[in-house]
């Protein structure tokens, strides 16, 4: 194979190339340019500094003539002007020459018929080392013959100056669909880059008829597949990590007509309190070949302290999807049988399960709700509720509209159950059991949850199975979890209302959508 060149992005004189080195040699490069200590456990640890978690309002998308009327404009999708990003793209690869720089070339997406190739040029061997975990990696034959669909470039060595490049940090991230290409600087936080290559896929698959979804997903040893859909806390990686089913993966997928896949070659996990009781997947995952960031460690020892958040609440580790024992490597299943909303709600409303028609599917995918309880942050007295738009607001290019009608397509061509699980609370106070909500997950996804007696919730519309087995069947309706019944309608009135008030933002969904959801009187 010839030596790599980057002179065609601008890259000159640089003091060494590598390209897609192994795990163990990029982590012998990180020691050696101290970009990070080993832990007892092999893995490479490093401090992110400023950025210890994605950088929202620097995230920028290139506002070109090609694009311009695709992307939905707003306070997620921030335009810059492409002036602004050619005099930012010239000053990075002008600082990254006289410099080593490591390449990685992988994939994204599981299914080769929609897979995409990515060029992730980096300034920090660790960097490099994190994102050959987390894209699929290729073999030799494709390495030799490896095509170029998007470039990354991560230099967070590199700060901008925001009076004169127009962004409004040091930080920045420029997504250039027209160009393909990726600019990261000012941020060592490895998510950016990860999330770069979904925002990419969430521009590119919908225009090949593909489905991309912020999920986990699973399957059955009759080849049943399952989405899970779910904001931080309701439980989307813990639910689709069932002993009886495989994981397919465990953030971002596909869904094509025949097939749903897994974007991705690795995890990216939350350290934060981890424990190998608690989650003994990733717990065990954090070895050698792992990148941890953010997590405090005895000097002497080299032990984690995962309870320790002085360097980052949202500590994290990323490692390769081999590491976990039950595992789907090919990432690649059937068409789901099975859609699962997850949501935590703090009001003690929301049923525990409760099926969903056509039109409420796309009014609760695309609201992306849950909330927080009382106490659990500074300054939160009462339930807030949390809308993220189809579950990945800060990823999504183009209007939630089209995300919607492809998730409704879907679930017609498959014939696909879809459930809301609350994994929250009820009127008792307490947070519903997990051994409960599995047992209520396990019976949708073998089918026999659909031979229960339903009925129709008042205030939310959905429809509402009486009985689970594994389950209490007082926990099954709402309403019979409060001793007070005004207070429980008061409260789902107060949720619904939050749900009308949040959903008229989308001024593209159809009428039968919007009828779809909660009623506020």
């Given at each position: 194979?010839?030596k790599l060149?980057?002179?065609y992005?601008?890259?000159?004189n640089?003091?060494?190339?590598?390209r897609?080195?192994?795990p163990a040699?990029?982590?012998?490069?990180a020691l050696?340019?101290g970009?990070?200590?080993?832990?007892n456990?092999?893995?490479?640890?490093?401090?992110?500094?400023k950025?210890t978690?994605?950088s929202a309002?620097?995230?920028?998308?290139?506002?070109?003539?090609a694009v311009?009327?695709?992307?939905?404009w707003?306070?997620?999708?921030?335009?810059?002007?492409?002036?602004?990003?050619d005099?930012i793209?010239?000053k990075?690869?002008?600082y990254l020459?006289?410099r080593?720089?490591?390449v990685?070339?992988?994939?994204?997406?599981?299914?080769?018929?929609y897979?995409k190739g990515?060029?992730?040029?980096n300034?920090?061997?660790s960097?490099?080392?994190f994102?050959?975990?987390?894209?699929?990696r290729?073999?030799?034959e494709q390495?030799?013959?490896?095509?170029?669909d998007?470039?990354i470039?991560a230099?967070?060595g590199?700060k901008?100056?925001?009076e004169?490049?127009?962004?409004?940090?040091e930080a920045a991230?420029l997504v250039?669909?027209?160009e393909k290409?990726?600019v990261?600087c000012?941020?060592q936080y490895?998510?950016e880059?990860?999330k770069?290559?979904f925002s990419?896929?969430?521009?590119?698959?919908?225009?090949?008829?593909?489905?991309p979804m912020?999920c986990?997903?699973?399957i059955g040893?009759d080849?049943?597949s399952?989405?899970?859909?779910?904001?931080s806390?309701?439980?989307k990686?813990?639910l689709?990590?069932?002993p009886?089913?495989q994981?397919?993966?465990d953030?971002?997928?596909?869904?094509a007509?025949?097939?749903v896949?897994?974007?991705?070659?690795?995890?990216?996990?939350?350290?934060?309190n981890?424990?190998a009781?608690k989650e003994?997947?990733?717990?065990?995952?954090i070895?050698?070949?792992?990148?941890?960031e953010?997590?405090v460690?005895d000097?002497?020892?080299?032990e984690?302290?995962?309870?320790d958040?002085?360097?980052?609440?949202?500590?994290?580790?990323?490692?390769p999807?081999e590491?976990?024992?039950?595992a789907?490597?090919?990432?690649?299943?059937?068409?789901?049988?099975?859609?699962i909303f997850?949501t935590?709600?703090?009001y003690g409303?929301?049923p525990p399960?409760?099926?969903?028609d056509?039109?409420q599917?796309?009014y609760?995918?695309v609201?992306g709700?849950?909330?927080?309880l009382?106490?659990t942050e500074i300054?939160?007295?009462?339930?807030?509720?949390?809308?993220s738009?189809?579950f990945g607001?800060p990823?999504?290019?183009l209007?939630?509209?089209?995300?919607?009608?492809m998730?409704?397509d879907?679930?017609e061509?498959?014939?696909?159950n879809?459930?809301l699980?609350?994994t929250?609370w009820?009127g008792?106070?307490?947070?519903?059991?997990l051994s409960?909500?599995?047992?209520m997950?396990?019976?949708?996804?073998?089918?026999?949850?659909e031979?229960?007696?339903?009925?129709?919730d008042?205030?939310f519309?959905?429809?509402?199975?009486?009985?689970?087995e594994?389950?209490p069947?007082?926990l099954m309706i709402?309403?019979?979890t409060?001793?007070?019944?005004?207070a429980?309608a008061?409260?789902?009135?107060?949720l619904?209302?939050?749900?009308?008030e949040n959903f008229k933002?989308?001024t593209h969904?159809?009428?039968?959508?919007v009828?779809?959801?909660?009623k506020?009187?």
């Amino acid at each position: 194979m010839s030596k790599l060149s980057l002179e065609y992005l601008g890259i000159i004189n640089p003091t060494e190339i590598y390209r897609n080195l192994t795990p163990a040699q990029l982590t012998e490069h990180a020691l050696r340019r101290g970009e990070g200590t080993l832990s007892n456990t092999g893995a490479l640890v490093v401090k992110t500094g400023k950025y210890t978690g994605r950088s929202a309002n620097d995230k920028f998308i290139v506002d070109t003539p090609a694009v311009h009327d695709e992307i939905a404009w707003g306070k997620v999708n921030r335009p810059i002007t492409k002036e602004k990003y050619d005099a930012i793209y010239n000053k990075v690869v002008a600082y990254l020459q006289n410099r080593e720089i490591f390449v990685f070339d992988g994939f994204a997406g599981a299914d080769e018929k929609y897979m995409k190739g990515f060029r992730i040029v980096n300034e920090l061997a660790s960097q490099n080392m994190f994102i050959h975990q987390l894209l699929r990696r290729p073999t030799k034959e494709q390495l030799d013959n490896f095509n170029v669909d998007f470039t990354i470039i991560a230099a967070p060595g590199f700060k901008c100056i925001p009076e004169i490049d127009g962004t409004r940090s040091e930080a920045a991230i420029l997504v250039n669909y027209e160009e393909k290409m990726v600019v990261i600087c000012g941020s060592q936080y490895a998510g950016e880059i990860k999330k770069s290559v979904f925002s990419v896929m969430n521009y590119v698959l919908p225009k090949m008829g593909v489905f991309p979804m912020h999920c986990s997903a699973n399957i059955g040893k009759d080849g049943d597949s399952a989405v899970f859909f779910g904001l931080s806390g309701t439980g989307k990686t813990t639910l689709s990590a069932d002993p009886n089913r495989q994981l397919i993966g465990d953030d971002e997928h596909g869904w094509a007509d025949d097939s749903v896949f897994n974007f991705e070659g690795g995890c990216y996990a939350k350290c934060i309190n981890l424990s190998a009781e608690k989650e003994p997947d990733i717990y065990n995952a954090i070895k050698f070949g792992a990148l941890v960031e953010n997590v405090v460690i005895d000097p002497e020892t080299r032990e984690f302290d995962f309870d320790d958040a002085s360097l980052a609440e949202n500590s994290r580790v990323g490692y390769p999807v081999e590491y976990i024992n039950n595992a789907k490597l090919d990432g690649v299943g059937g068409t789901p049988k099975t859609v699962i909303f997850l949501t935590a709600d703090a009001y003690g409303v929301l049923p525990p399960i409760s099926k969903l028609d056509k039109n409420q599917a796309m009014y609760y995918f695309v609201s992306g709700f849950t909330s927080k309880l009382a106490g659990t942050e500074i300054g939160i007295t009462s339930p807030v509720p949390t809308f993220s738009t189809c579950f990945g607001e800060p990823f999504l290019p183009l209007d939630p509209s089209v995300y919607a009608a492809m998730l409704a397509d879907k679930i017609e061509k498959s014939g696909a159950n879809v459930y809301l699980v609350n994994t929250g609370w009820n009127g008792t106070g307490k947070r519903m059991k997990l051994s409960y909500t599995r047992a209520m997950v396990t019976a949708a996804l073998n089918g026999s949850l659909e031979n229960a007696q339903f009925e129709t919730d008042p205030f939310f519309g959905v429809s509402v199975p009486t009985t689970c087995e594994g389950v209490p069947s007082e926990l099954m309706i709402p309403a019979n979890t409060w001793e007070d019944k005004e207070a429980y309608a008061a409260k789902a009135k107060e949720l619904a209302k939050s749900f009308v008030e949040n959903f008229k933002k989308y001024t593209h969904m159809s009428e039968e959508v919007v009828a779809a959801g909660p009623k506020a009187e």
